[in-house]
């Protein structure tokens, strides 16, 4: 009964780890968003004080606390999926642990050809077993590729400076700015992008 106790116990704590490991990764998404509205109020706030180079500066931030997002909540589905495919093999142990138990008790009962027969039937599980283990190793490659792959893409770096500036604009009209100063500011920012390409 101890030995029962201490297994469910570490399977207990295992499923605690891994709801904690979830609610952190969580915190952390939330946490990015919030410092992307750090960065969008301090370009804001450079726009109104026509700090060009602060606004650029708020714009690399932006860009990558998005990218840091993103990675976030890509390694939060690979986690949440990692620990949906544990639960589903310890369920498959499980039930081959069950079938191994009744196969047992079945031959105590039944005559030698009945037995041969769950036998054969017990062979197909295993086989189905193997067959679905092998899927779910190429399943995880797969989504570690995926996941590698993703890791090296231009996350966030895609936003471009007039994406930002444009929703800079917009938030800056809900301050009441004048809609005189952001077009200003929006030629001067084009002229000098224009002059940098």
Do not use: C, H, W
């Amino acid at each position: 009964m101890g030995l029962f106790k201490s297994k469910q116990r570490k399977e207990i704590e295992k499923k605690m780890l891994v709801k904690r490991t979830i609610n952190s990764m969580n915190k952390q998404i939330n946490r990015l968003e919030e410092q992307k509205q750090v960065f969008i109020d301090a370009a804001k706030r450079a726009k109104e004080k026509n700090l060009e180079p602060q606004f650029n500066l708020a714009l690399s931030g932006y860009r990558m606390t998005v990218q840091q997002q993103k990675r976030a909540q890509e390694m939060l589905l690979n986690f949440e999926i990692t620990a949906q495919m544990r639960d589903v093999t310890m369920m498959t142990t499980e039930f081959l642990r069950s079938m191994s138990v009744i196969s047992k008790e079945m031959s105590k009962l039944a005559d030698a050809k009945e037995f041969e027969k769950i036998q054969a039937q017990f062979e197909e599980a295993i086989t189905a077993v193997e067959t679905q283990t092998e899927q779910i190793d190429s399943f995880m490659e797969l989504s570690q590729e995926s996941f590698n792959q993703a890791g090296k893409a231009k996350d966030g770096k895609d936003i471009t400076a007039d994406d930002f500036e444009k929703y800079i604009n917009e938030q800056a009209s809900k301050d009441n700015l004048s809609s005189e100063d952001i077009d200003k500011e929006i030629e001067a920012l084009k002229k000098k992008i224009d002059s940098e390409s």
